[in-house]
């Protein structure tokens, strides 16, 4: 199974939205979002989905929208990407040891997938956390995230339940971390502050380094 399919349209409301999209913005990317970094890097971060004028714009996950302004400087600052800031898929930005992706890869009306979309699609996110490398860490922003990394790896929710900070063994060689997810709404609200944030990632970044 391949873990990306540029042109997938299993999912019919969430073809049928980006149609209507790709003609009100015909610059837009408007297709399924390919996850972004190395595919061997041991830090998955897995987003929700698409936003609007963000990732659907330009192709490139959490790149030109509110949410990935605090995602960026925190990759930097904890040595996951080469810069501070994500602008566009021609900007020479690298991940280091990392890579991003959401567990619904199409942008879904009012950024809301559906439990059937979330299930549809994940078969990709199970193909991408089959390929991490051993002692790789799972990142996932926000609880529809959690849950999507927990049904590709046919684990139960109520064994494992999403809060910030919290720390899952996934199996032998995978450990998921939790965090809110840092849109516009949680960082305003300061339901996510910059220093929780940055602590998810220095407890990231200590797992990597303590199993190399």
């Known amino acids: 199974m391949a ?96 890579r991003i992706t959401n567990a619904v890869k199409c942008l879904p009306p009012e950024n809301k997938p559906t439990g059937q979309e979330a299930k549809t699609c994940n078969r990709y996110l199970r193909t991408e956390l089959e390929d991490l490398p051993k002692n790789s860490v799972v990142l996932a922003l926000g609880s529809i995230a959690h849950s999507s990394v927990l049904r590709a790896h046919d684990l139960t929710l109520s064994a494992h339940k999403f809060a910030h900070g919290a720390v899952h063994r996934l199996n032998e060689h995978r450990i998921l971390l939790d965090s809110y997810h840092c849109s516009r709404y949680n960082t305003q609200t300061r339901r996510l502050t910059p220093k929780m944030f940055q602590t998810v990632f220095q407890k990231a970044r200590e797992i990597l380094d303590t199993k190399p």
């Open 3 to 98: 873990s990306f399919n540029l042109h997938c349209s299993d999912c019919p409301r969430l073809a049928t939205f980006l149609a209507g999209v790709r003609k009100r913005y015909p610059d837009y990317h408007s297709r399924p979002v390919e996850p972004f970094g190395d595919n061997k890097a041991r830090l998955l971060v897995v987003g929700l989905a698409p936003g609007m004028h963000g990732a659907n714009r330009s192709g490139r996950p959490f790149t030109g929208d509110y949410a990935g302004i605090l995602l960026y400087q925190t990759l930097y600052k904890y040595g996951f990407a080469s810069a501070p800031e994500s602008v566009a898929t021609d900007d020479g930005l690298k991940l280091l040891n990392c």
